[in-house]
């Protein structure tokens, strides 16, 4: 049972233009949400997080939005850059919790 | 500082025998956590440890199995691994029991074959 869901394996954008990333999840306890980067061989990076008690949160280029009624959030990334493309993933927990549960992830490729 | 620090980085084994993960984590971080990738599956949880105890646990058969040092290392076990084993495994540390989630960090990883 996947609580957390990124139905787009893949996403193609042109250099300079906007990057949406989307998520979906199941679980009325997650409270607390997270995006994460990653390139091959190397481990996950934390990009930007958001609690419930928000809809939206920015830093610099990346801006996550919450809708909680929807159980959906996206990471816009404005303007995208080659260096960019990367695999997405989309992370939730209970704030205190202890485990985070995560999505597939989506590959980003940003053409220059 | 350090970061997170797994080895092996990779490892070939065979069916049915047994593996065994190190994660050192970043000095100062108390709390370590394992997830194994997959393509497709994204990350599982396996499980998490605080000062030597088990705090968490996902849906892992039995062969999985860890535990922390009082140096917060982390050592994760698989016994009778099976060909569906063969994943990239990620350690996470954290200061503590994080306030907030994003207090951990990843190593690199190490990426297991089984044949």
């Known amino acids: 049972d996947q609580q957390v869901k990124q139905n787009s394996p893949s996403l193609s954008v042109q250099e300079g233009r906007i990057s949406i990333l989307n998520c979906d999840y199941t679980?009325?306890?997650?409270?607390?949400f997270l995006w994460y980067k990653k390139y091959p061989a190397e481990g996950p990076t934390f990009l930007i997080s958001i609690s419930s008690i928000k809809d939206k949160n920015e830093d610099g280029r990346f801006t996550v939005f919450l809708n909680k009624s929807a159980k959906h959030l996206s990471l816009h990334i404005v303007p995208s850059q080659p260096g960019d493309s990367a695999v997405y993933f989309c992370?939730?927990?209970?704030?205190?919790?202890?485990?985070?549960?995560f999505g597939a992830g989506t590959i980003l490729r940003v053409k220059s | 500082k350090a970061g997170v620090t797994q080895t092996p980085r990779y490892l070939i084994k065979t069916r049915g025998q047994q593996v065994t993960l190190s994660c050192s984590p970043i000095?100062?971080?108390?709390?370590v956590s394992w997830y194994q990738q997959t393509p497709g599956q994204g990350l599982q949880f396996l499980f998490e440890y605080f000062s030597e105890t088990q705090r968490n646990k996902g849906n892992f058969p039995g062969r999985f199995s860890g535990r922390q040092f009082s140096n917060s290392r982390s050592e994760m076990n698989v016994s009778t691994l099976e060909l569906g084993d063969s994943a990239l495994y990620l350690c996470?540390?954290?200061?503590?029991?994080?306030?907030?989630?994003?207090?951990?960090?990843f190593g690199s990883g190490t990426r297991l074959t089984v044949v």
């Open positions: 000095s100062g971080h108390r709390s």
């Open positions: 992370a939730a927990t209970a704030l205190y919790g202890n485990k985070l549960v």
């Open positions: 679980n009325s306890m997650f409270d607390y």
């Open positions: 996470a540390s954290s200061p503590a029991p994080p306030e907030t989630p994003d207090g951990y960090t």
